[in-house]
């Protein structure tokens, strides 16, 4: 079983990336939450772009990624889950909710570093927030979380299906988290208590520092409320709320050479 995932796993990640992508890019059309300002198409290839450059970098420099280093774990027998044996449906949960939680931990660290907030700001410095904005990382910061990430799946000792379920949970959760949706408030109030809704992570977005640290969860939006990162609401409303950041608001800004240069600049 774990042979074949990690077989499949490019596949696998591949095809539900792409269903994600294009549901989440319909409906922001249907039904969008706030008006586009940017060229949507220009956005679009550029934030993809950067993705793509991401992925290829990340291929050359792990060639062990976080499902590899899961099969390594288990048969060098390192980890957590490894020297506590667990019916195999309650270990992937806990995995799956432990890698959460240092996924919110690695997200507060990027805004609390200097360093690493360089890498990471290009993905703040978006105008829009779209769904196309949960692909827009720094190629940089795509490995440094990659070798973060296996680090934690050592340290659990999680298995590949637990890894390749919270990688596809991941990615689904960013990509419906940042988008133009428009959710009815009634259903956004309780569909928060159990995952980060579009309303809840746009917050994060916000030009105004004190918001754009708030609100750090990926996947589930309780890491935020034990921890008092919890901002319910922009204060600026949903509708008048200024995305981005100060320092990168020209259009020459928000061209591709600029936005991987970006962690060079002051």
Do not use: C
């Not at 720094?138 to 440094?144: A, D, R, S, Y």
């Not at 298995?159 to 959760?173: C, G, I, K, M, R």
């Not at 901002?231 to 800004?253: K, S, V």
């Amino acid at each position: 079983m774990e042979a074949w995932i990690l077989q499949h796993e490019p596949a696998i990640r591949l095809t539900a990336f792409a269903a994600v992508l294009l549901t989440v890019g319909l409906a922001e059309r249907l039904w969008p939450r706030r008006p586009a300002g940017d060229p949507r198409l220009r956005r679009w290839l550029i934030n993809l772009t950067i993705m793509a450059l991401g992925t290829a970098l990340l291929r050359l420099a792990v060639p062990v990624l976080a499902v590899g280093a899961a099969l390594a774990a288990r048969e060098a027998g390192w980890g957590l889950f490894n020297r506590l044996p667990l019916p195999a449906g309650v270990e992937l949960a806990a995995a799956v909710l432990l890698l959460d939680l240092a996924i919110y931990g690695q997200h507060r660290y990027m805004h609390a570093s200097p360093l690493f907030w360089r890498l990471h700001r290009m993905h703040h410095s978006d105008l829009d927030f779209d769904t196309s904005t949960g692909v827009r990382f720094h190629p940089l910061e795509i490995v440094v979380s990659m070798a973060y990430k296996i680090a934690v799946v050592t340290a659990l000792g999680a298995s590949a299906p637990a890894v390749v379920a919270f990688e596809l949970l991941l990615n689904a959760t960013s990509l419906f988290n940042h988008g133009n949706l428009r959710i009815p408030p009634s259903a956004d109030r309780w569909l928060r208590l159990l995952v980060v809704t579009p309303d809840m992570h746009r917050v994060h977005h916000s030009v105004h520092r004190h918001e754009t640290d708030s609100n750090f969860g990926f996947n589930f939006p309780w890491w935020d409320r034990a921890f008092r990162t919890y901002r319910a609401q922009p204060r600026d409303g949903h509708g008048g709320m200024a995305i981005g950041l100060p320092q990168f608001r020209a259009a020459r800004d928000q061209t591709l050479w600029r936005l991987l240069a970006q962690p060079a600049a002051q």
